[in-house]
């Protein structure tokens, strides 16, 4: 499910949040996650519709494996990285 970003969760009471109702069956997996997960720097710079496109690709790649597995492939990739300069917060939900 590719949606709009949203404001900051607890930026403030008076901000409005979207909504969205999804109908999800047994096994599906979902992530939710920071744009410091997909705005780190690589050796080719910052792209995020790339580090977006490769997250998906590992999702769908590990959906079986156990969600521990998956966060460490997600946050902790093979390959040399450069410094990390923004937070990261990452929640897998296997419904």
Known sequence: VDLDPAPLLGAGTDVPCPVT?????????LALYTDGLVEKPTAAGID?????????????????????DIVEALVHPAGPAAPQTDDVALLLLRI
């Open 21 to 29: 109702h999804l109908d999800l069956t047994p096994g599906t997996l």
């Open 48 to 68: 995020p519709d790339r580090a977006t496109a490769e997250l998906a690709s590992v999702l769908a790649a590990r959906a079986g494996a156990g969600l521990d």
